[in-house]
């Protein structure tokens, strides 16, 4: 469901850059959100692990529906399966690097996370693991604006709603590893803007992109998502939520389900 953008001056290409950068800042901001929840606030971890089967499922539904769906209509089956592969294994390799310098647990809210002092140069892979996440959602935030329509609804509110648990769990993991309050709170504002700066990149970088480029490019981010999604979030949630991981994740899914259908 796409959102609609006002007439004149903010209608014009240059001024839906800075609405796509908006509307990823927006998506982004929720990473803040729930890391000020997740360091300030003692959220039971059984809340943290049922919000981010929530989110999980969210992204799911975004990623079949939005993504990976709109991607085959632009540019046919073969651009979308090898984007999507790409984006997984593209995903999954960088993932396996950042696992190795001490980012393997930055979503967990327990006590997984290593101290810098446990584990040199962990602060550094958390962050940039963090952007690793973030991007390739921004980018398609920006890219939903080149139909010549509104922002897709559907993609800026599955972000939004999977960031909060995300910043949410991340945050109280650092607390934990006794990371301090202005390297937490630097780093989801830093990310927040960087999620913004990836949207406008998304429509200004990608506005002239065949549709068979556009569509591979689309599913690369669909497909790194999904990875995503079952690397980090998903253990996160089954850690604590156990049996009932399945049941929120389910209704996560319809709820953005319903929502692209509204």
Not at 78 to 107: C, D, I, M, Q
Not at 142 to 158: D, I
Not at 238 to 248: K, N, Q
């Amino acid at each position: 469901m796409p959102v609609g953008y006002p007439r004149g001056p903010g209608a014009t290409p240059g001024g839906r850059v800075f609405q796509a950068a908006g509307w990823g800042l927006l998506a982004g901001s929720a990473l803040l959100v729930g890391a000020l929840l997740g360091y300030l606030a003692r959220v039971p971890r059984g809340v943290v692990a049922g919000v981010m089967g929530f989110g999980s499922g969210v992204l799911l539904s975004a990623v079949s529906f939005d993504l990976i769906d709109e991607a085959h209509e632009l540019g046919g089956l073969l651009p979308t399966a090898s984007g999507a592969a790409l984006g997984a294994l593209v995903y999954t390799a960088a993932n396996v690097a950042l696992a190795k310098r001490g980012a393997r647990h930055r979503k967990r809210s327990g006590g997984l996370q290593p101290s810098e002092s446990e584990r040199s140069g962990s602060g550094t892979a958390i962050a940039v693991g963090a952007l690793l996440d973030g991007i390739p959602e921004s980018v398609v935030i920006g890219a939903s604006l080149l139909g010549g329509g509104g922002v897709s609804a559907v993609t800026v509110a599955a972000v939004f709603v999977s960031n909060v648990p995300e910043g949410l769990s991340s945050a109280a993991g650092m607390r934990r590893a006794g990371r301090s309050r202005r390297y937490v709170f630097g780093l989801w504002t830093s990310i927040a803007v960087v999620s913004g700066l990836a949207a406008m990149a998304g429509y200004g970088l990608l506005a002239d992109a065949p549709p068979q480029w556009l569509a591979a490019i689309t599913a690369f981010a669909g497909g790194a998502i999904l990875s995503m999604v079952a690397d980090t979030m998903i253990p996160e949630a089954f850690d604590d939520a156990h049996l009932l991981v399945g049941l929120v994740t389910v209704a996560g899914f319809l709820s953005a389900f319903a929502l692209s259908h509204i």
